[in-house]
Protein backbone atom coordinates (compact mmCIF):
# COMPACT_ATOMS: atom_id res chain seq x y z
CA UNK A 1 0.00 0.00 0.00
CA UNK A 2 1.24 3.23 -1.04
CA UNK A 3 2.01 5.76 2.10
CA UNK A 4 0.68 9.02 2.22
CA UNK A 5 2.05 9.76 5.94
CA UNK A 6 5.51 12.14 6.11
CA UNK A 7 8.42 10.93 7.39
CA UNK A 8 7.49 12.22 11.50
CA UNK A 9 4.25 10.69 11.30
CA UNK A 10 5.41 8.03 13.03
CA UNK A 11 3.86 5.54 11.33
CA UNK A 12 2.58 4.21 7.46
CA UNK A 13 -0.66 4.52 5.76
CA UNK A 14 -1.09 0.78 6.09
CA UNK A 15 -0.03 0.68 9.68
CA UNK A 16 -2.49 3.34 10.49
CA UNK A 17 -5.39 1.42 9.19
CA UNK A 18 -4.62 -1.54 10.99
CA UNK A 19 -4.60 -0.07 14.51
CA UNK A 20 -7.93 1.82 13.64
CA UNK A 21 -9.00 -1.68 12.94
CA UNK A 22 -7.49 -3.60 15.97
CA UNK A 23 -9.23 -0.40 18.01
CA UNK A 24 -12.64 -0.74 16.41
CA UNK A 25 -12.54 -4.45 16.84
CA UNK A 26 -11.64 -3.90 20.50
CA UNK A 27 -14.24 -1.66 21.37
CA UNK A 28 -17.32 -4.45 21.70
CA UNK A 29 -15.52 -6.53 23.91
CA UNK A 30 -15.25 -3.91 26.32
CA UNK A 31 -19.49 -4.80 26.92
CA UNK A 32 -18.18 -8.09 28.42
CA UNK A 33 -17.91 -8.44 32.33
CA UNK A 34 -14.13 -8.66 33.53
CA UNK A 35 -15.20 -12.60 34.72
CA UNK A 36 -16.15 -13.41 31.08
CA UNK A 37 -12.18 -12.59 29.74
CA UNK A 38 -11.24 -16.20 31.35
CA UNK A 39 -11.99 -18.06 28.72
CA UNK A 40 -10.64 -15.87 25.85
CA UNK A 41 -7.77 -15.58 27.71
CA UNK A 42 -6.75 -19.04 28.14
CA UNK A 43 -7.64 -19.73 24.32
CA UNK A 44 -5.21 -16.61 23.17
CA UNK A 45 -2.77 -17.87 25.28
CA UNK A 46 -2.65 -21.28 24.05
CA UNK A 47 -2.86 -20.36 19.97
CA UNK A 48 0.05 -17.31 21.19
CA UNK A 49 2.51 -20.09 22.59
CA UNK A 50 2.09 -22.50 19.44
CA UNK A 51 2.47 -19.71 17.23
CA UNK A 52 5.93 -18.53 19.24
CA UNK A 53 7.17 -22.18 19.42
CA UNK A 54 6.67 -22.38 15.28
CA UNK A 55 8.73 -19.56 14.41
CA UNK A 56 11.53 -19.89 16.96
CA UNK A 57 11.57 -23.78 15.51
CA UNK A 58 11.78 -22.33 11.99
CA UNK A 59 14.27 -19.52 12.51
CA UNK A 60 16.26 -22.36 14.37
CA UNK A 61 16.00 -24.92 11.20
CA UNK A 62 16.77 -22.11 8.70
CA UNK A 63 19.62 -20.29 10.52
CA UNK A 64 21.17 -23.95 11.43
CA UNK A 65 22.71 -22.22 15.01
CA UNK A 66 21.44 -19.53 17.31
CA UNK A 67 22.57 -16.68 15.26
CA UNK A 68 25.43 -14.03 15.53
CA UNK A 69 23.22 -11.73 17.82
CA UNK A 70 23.81 -14.62 20.11
CA UNK A 71 27.34 -15.65 19.71
CA UNK A 72 28.53 -12.31 18.59
CA UNK A 73 26.56 -9.77 19.84
CA UNK A 74 29.97 -6.53 19.81
CA UNK A 75 30.00 -7.71 16.25
CA UNK A 76 26.38 -7.15 15.30
CA UNK A 77 26.25 -3.94 17.53
CA UNK A 78 29.76 -2.82 16.48
CA UNK A 79 30.66 -1.77 20.11
CA UNK A 80 33.26 -3.25 22.86
CA UNK A 81 32.37 -5.74 25.14
CA UNK A 82 31.26 -4.27 28.37
CA UNK A 83 32.90 -4.64 31.07
CA UNK A 84 33.41 -3.26 34.83
CA UNK A 85 30.94 -0.45 35.95
CA UNK A 86 29.54 -0.21 32.65
CA UNK A 87 28.39 -3.33 32.34
CA UNK A 88 26.77 -3.45 35.71
CA UNK A 89 24.94 -0.10 34.86
CA UNK A 90 23.47 -1.61 31.75
CA UNK A 91 22.10 -4.68 33.40
CA UNK A 92 20.48 -2.41 36.10
CA UNK A 93 19.21 -0.69 33.45
CA UNK A 94 17.65 -3.40 31.46
CA UNK A 95 16.46 -4.82 34.87
CA UNK A 96 14.19 -1.87 35.57
CA UNK A 97 12.75 -1.80 32.06
CA UNK A 98 11.92 -5.70 32.33
CA UNK A 99 10.09 -4.24 35.66
CA UNK A 100 9.12 -1.64 33.98
CA UNK A 101 7.22 -3.62 31.71
CA UNK A 102 5.08 -5.46 34.14
CA UNK A 103 4.79 -2.35 36.79
CA UNK A 104 1.38 -1.92 35.22
CA UNK A 105 0.57 -5.32 36.61
CA UNK A 106 2.33 -5.19 39.95
CA UNK A 107 -0.11 -2.44 40.43
CA UNK A 108 -3.28 -3.09 39.55
CA UNK A 109 -3.40 -6.97 39.75
CA UNK A 110 -5.66 -7.07 42.88
CA UNK A 111 -8.09 -5.41 40.17
CA UNK A 112 -8.07 -9.55 38.74
CA UNK A 113 -7.65 -11.08 41.79
CA UNK A 114 -9.93 -10.66 43.60
CA UNK A 115 -11.87 -12.48 40.84
CA UNK A 116 -10.42 -15.64 42.10
CA UNK A 117 -12.32 -18.22 43.74
CA UNK A 118 -10.03 -18.52 46.84
CA UNK A 119 -7.71 -15.78 48.39
CA UNK A 120 -4.80 -17.25 47.42
CA UNK A 121 -6.06 -19.47 43.98
CA UNK A 122 -3.64 -16.38 42.25
CA UNK A 123 -0.27 -16.55 44.39
CA UNK A 124 0.62 -20.02 42.11
CA UNK A 125 0.82 -18.12 38.60
CA UNK A 126 2.51 -15.05 40.29
CA UNK A 127 4.88 -17.29 42.08
CA UNK A 128 5.53 -19.83 39.38
CA UNK A 129 3.80 -19.37 36.05
CA UNK A 130 4.78 -15.25 35.32
CA UNK A 131 8.52 -15.74 35.35
CA UNK A 132 8.28 -19.38 33.89
CA UNK A 133 6.59 -17.23 30.70
CA UNK A 134 8.84 -14.31 30.83
CA UNK A 135 12.57 -16.21 30.67
CA UNK A 136 10.69 -18.57 28.01
CA UNK A 137 9.75 -15.49 26.14
CA UNK A 138 12.43 -13.64 26.23
CA UNK A 139 15.18 -15.99 25.13
CA UNK A 140 12.82 -17.07 22.33
CA UNK A 141 12.73 -13.56 21.23
CA UNK A 142 16.56 -13.19 21.40
CA UNK A 143 17.00 -16.12 19.32
CA UNK A 144 14.88 -15.69 16.99
CA UNK A 145 15.70 -12.35 16.18
CA UNK A 146 19.54 -13.49 16.35
CA UNK A 147 18.95 -16.15 13.92
CA UNK A 148 16.80 -13.52 11.54
CA UNK A 149 20.24 -11.75 11.92
CA UNK A 150 21.87 -14.31 9.76
CA UNK A 151 19.21 -15.25 7.28
CA UNK A 152 18.69 -11.58 6.47
CA UNK A 153 21.74 -10.10 7.17
CA UNK A 154 20.99 -6.81 4.53
CA UNK A 155 17.72 -5.94 7.46
CA UNK A 156 17.87 -3.94 10.95
CA UNK A 157 18.01 -6.18 13.56
CA UNK A 158 13.96 -7.61 13.59
CA UNK A 159 13.20 -7.05 16.81
CA UNK A 160 9.73 -6.67 16.60
CA UNK A 161 7.67 -9.60 15.44
CA UNK A 162 5.77 -7.25 12.74
CA UNK A 163 8.67 -6.23 11.35
CA UNK A 164 9.84 -10.03 10.97
CA UNK A 165 7.02 -11.40 9.44
CA UNK A 166 6.94 -8.62 6.97
CA UNK A 167 10.59 -9.93 5.88
CA UNK A 168 9.22 -13.66 5.85
CA UNK A 169 6.71 -12.62 3.71
CA UNK A 170 8.96 -10.29 1.44
CA UNK A 171 12.19 -12.54 1.16
CA UNK A 172 9.99 -16.05 1.05
CA UNK A 173 7.92 -15.39 -1.42
CA UNK A 174 3.54 -15.89 -2.07
CA UNK A 175 3.85 -19.21 -0.58
CA UNK A 176 4.99 -17.91 2.35
CA UNK A 177 1.61 -15.60 2.91
CA UNK A 178 -0.58 -17.97 4.59
CA UNK A 179 1.88 -18.60 7.48
CA UNK A 180 2.55 -15.56 8.11
CA UNK A 181 -1.49 -14.80 8.66
CA UNK A 182 -1.58 -17.74 10.70
CA UNK A 183 1.22 -16.22 13.13
CA UNK A 184 -0.02 -12.85 12.91
CA UNK A 185 -3.94 -13.85 13.73
CA UNK A 186 -2.21 -15.96 16.74
CA UNK A 187 -0.29 -12.33 18.06
CA UNK A 188 -2.97 -10.59 16.69
CA UNK A 189 -6.01 -12.16 19.22
CA UNK A 190 -3.25 -12.11 21.96
CA UNK A 191 -2.79 -8.39 21.80
CA UNK A 192 -6.28 -7.70 21.37
CA UNK A 193 -6.99 -10.03 24.44
CA UNK A 194 -4.19 -8.59 26.60
CA UNK A 195 -4.91 -4.65 25.23
CA UNK A 196 -8.87 -5.03 26.20
CA UNK A 197 -8.06 -6.35 29.72
CA UNK A 198 -4.58 -4.51 30.85
CA UNK A 199 -5.54 -1.07 29.06
CA UNK A 200 -9.39 -0.95 28.70
CA UNK A 201 -10.64 -2.11 31.80
CA UNK A 202 -8.15 -1.80 34.30
CA UNK A 203 -8.46 2.24 33.33
CA UNK A 204 -11.96 1.59 33.41
CA UNK A 205 -12.02 0.39 36.78
CA UNK A 206 -9.03 3.47 38.04
CA UNK A 207 -11.91 5.95 36.73
CA UNK A 208 -14.70 4.20 38.11
CA UNK A 209 -12.86 4.63 41.29
CA UNK A 210 -12.10 8.15 40.21
CA UNK A 211 -16.05 9.18 39.56
CA UNK A 212 -18.27 5.97 40.55
CA UNK A 213 -21.57 8.31 40.47
CA UNK A 214 -20.66 9.05 36.51
CA UNK A 215 -18.55 6.45 35.46
CA UNK A 216 -18.82 2.54 35.68
CA UNK A 217 -15.79 0.25 34.14
CA UNK A 218 -18.01 0.10 31.01
CA UNK A 219 -17.85 3.37 30.39
CA UNK A 220 -14.43 4.14 31.77
CA UNK A 221 -13.05 1.80 28.91
CA UNK A 222 -14.48 3.44 26.11
CA UNK A 223 -13.03 6.36 27.76
CA UNK A 224 -9.57 5.04 27.70
CA UNK A 225 -10.24 3.50 24.10
CA UNK A 226 -10.59 7.67 22.82
CA UNK A 227 -7.39 8.64 25.03
CA UNK A 228 -5.66 5.87 23.67
CA UNK A 229 -5.69 7.46 20.11
CA UNK A 230 -5.28 11.37 21.38
CA UNK A 231 -1.78 10.12 22.86
CA UNK A 232 -0.47 9.04 19.87
CA UNK A 233 0.67 5.65 20.79
CA UNK A 234 2.28 4.50 17.72
CA UNK A 235 4.99 7.22 18.53
CA UNK A 236 6.29 4.96 21.11
CA UNK A 237 7.18 1.48 19.84
CA UNK A 238 8.77 3.80 16.56
CA UNK A 239 12.47 2.69 17.40
CA UNK A 240 13.82 0.25 19.33
CA UNK A 241 15.33 3.18 22.32
CA UNK A 242 12.46 5.23 22.58
CA UNK A 243 10.55 2.14 22.96
CA UNK A 244 12.79 0.97 26.03
CA UNK A 245 12.56 4.44 27.33
CA UNK A 246 8.75 4.58 27.32
CA UNK A 247 8.85 1.20 29.44
CA UNK A 248 11.59 2.51 32.07
CA UNK A 249 8.58 5.25 32.06
CA UNK A 250 6.03 3.31 33.81
CA UNK A 251 8.78 2.45 36.71
CA UNK A 252 9.48 5.84 37.45
CA UNK A 253 5.94 6.81 38.21
CA UNK A 254 4.34 3.48 38.93
CA UNK A 255 7.17 2.14 41.47
CA UNK A 256 6.67 4.45 44.37
CA UNK A 257 2.78 4.12 44.26
CA UNK A 258 4.03 0.58 44.57
CA UNK A 259 5.80 0.93 47.00
CA UNK A 260 3.21 2.95 49.12
CA UNK A 261 0.87 -0.16 48.46
CA UNK A 262 3.10 -2.64 49.54
CA UNK A 263 3.41 -0.51 53.06
CA UNK A 264 0.02 -1.76 53.79
CA UNK A 265 0.68 -5.37 52.69
CA UNK A 266 3.41 -5.48 55.29
CA UNK A 267 1.69 -3.85 58.26
CA UNK A 268 -1.57 -6.26 57.64
CA UNK A 269 -3.55 -3.48 57.69
CA UNK A 270 -7.17 -3.86 57.55
CA UNK A 271 -9.42 -1.55 55.46
CA UNK A 272 -13.05 -0.59 56.68
CA UNK A 273 -14.96 -0.92 53.51
CA UNK A 274 -18.37 0.69 54.55
CA UNK A 275 -15.71 3.52 55.38
CA UNK A 276 -14.65 3.93 51.79
CA UNK A 277 -18.36 4.99 50.71
CA UNK A 278 -18.99 7.53 53.63
CA UNK A 279 -18.15 10.85 52.14
CA UNK A 280 -17.62 13.22 55.67
CA UNK A 281 -15.30 13.08 58.38
CA UNK A 282 -17.06 10.37 60.10
CA UNK A 283 -15.15 8.08 57.62
CA UNK A 284 -11.55 7.40 58.50
CA UNK A 285 -10.59 7.59 55.23
CA UNK A 286 -11.63 11.05 55.05
CA UNK A 287 -8.34 12.98 56.33
CA UNK A 288 -8.62 16.30 54.85
CA UNK A 289 -11.34 16.60 52.89
CA UNK A 290 -11.86 13.66 51.55
CA UNK A 291 -7.79 13.93 50.67
CA UNK A 292 -4.51 12.20 52.57
CA UNK A 293 -2.03 14.66 51.15
CA UNK A 294 0.53 12.10 52.45
CA UNK A 295 0.08 10.23 49.74
CA UNK A 296 0.94 11.97 46.75
CA UNK A 297 3.91 14.01 48.64
CA UNK A 298 5.07 10.21 49.28
CA UNK A 299 4.89 9.69 45.51
CA UNK A 300 6.51 12.73 44.45
CA UNK A 301 9.58 11.67 46.74
CA UNK A 302 9.93 8.75 45.14
CA UNK A 303 9.34 10.15 41.67
CA UNK A 304 11.66 13.26 41.63
CA UNK A 305 15.12 11.75 41.65
CA UNK A 306 14.80 9.92 38.39
CA UNK A 307 13.04 13.20 36.29
CA UNK A 308 16.20 14.25 35.35
CA UNK A 309 17.24 11.08 33.70
CA UNK A 310 14.48 10.41 32.59
CA UNK A 311 13.65 13.34 30.31
CA UNK A 312 17.08 13.19 29.22
CA UNK A 313 16.38 9.58 27.79
CA UNK A 314 13.26 10.60 26.46
CA UNK A 315 14.36 13.26 24.59
CA UNK A 316 18.63 12.82 24.40
CA UNK A 317 18.43 15.74 21.76
CA UNK A 318 17.02 17.99 24.42
CA UNK A 319 18.04 17.08 27.58
CA UNK A 320 21.80 16.60 29.03
CA UNK A 321 22.20 15.17 31.91
CA UNK A 322 25.44 13.66 34.06
CA UNK A 323 25.71 10.35 34.33
CA UNK A 324 25.16 10.11 38.09
CA UNK A 325 21.63 11.05 37.38
CA UNK A 326 21.55 9.03 34.70
CA UNK A 327 22.30 6.09 37.22
CA UNK A 328 19.75 7.03 39.26
CA UNK A 329 17.10 6.61 36.53
CA UNK A 330 18.08 3.27 35.74
CA UNK A 331 17.53 1.91 39.21
CA UNK A 332 13.85 3.97 39.00
CA UNK A 333 11.84 1.69 40.16
CA UNK A 334 13.48 0.06 42.86
CA UNK A 335 14.74 3.52 44.04
CA UNK A 336 11.12 5.46 43.92
CA UNK A 337 9.95 2.02 45.71
CA UNK A 338 12.07 1.90 48.79
CA UNK A 339 11.70 6.10 48.60
CA UNK A 340 8.10 6.47 48.68
CA UNK A 341 7.44 2.96 50.88
CA UNK A 342 9.52 4.71 53.69
CA UNK A 343 7.96 8.56 53.40
CA UNK A 344 4.80 7.16 53.46
CA UNK A 345 5.48 5.10 56.50
CA UNK A 346 7.23 7.57 58.30
Known amino acids: MKNTFGPNAGMKTNE ?19 EQYRGPAIFSSIIVTIAAFAIFIWALAKQGNVGPLWSNPEDVYGIGRLTGSQLSWTMMRMITSGIGGWAGGILYQSDFSRYAVYPGDQMWGQIFIIPVCLLGSNILGIITTSCARGFYPDEPLLWRLYDLLEAIQMYSGPGARAAVFFAAFAFFLSQICVNVVACGVVGGMDLAALLPRYINIRRGSFIIAVIG ?47 LFEPSNSSDYWFWQGLNWKAPVAWL ?46
Do not use: D, E, Q
Not at 235 to 261: D, E, H, Q, R, W
Not at 323 to 345: D, K, R
Open 16 to 34: FISFIIFWTLSLPLFLLKP
Open 229 to 275: ICINPWKIPNTANSFISAISGYAVFLGPLTGIMVYHLVRKRRIKLSH
Open 301 to 346: WGVWPSMPGFCSSVTPSAVHVNATWMHVYYMSWLLGFFISASVWMS
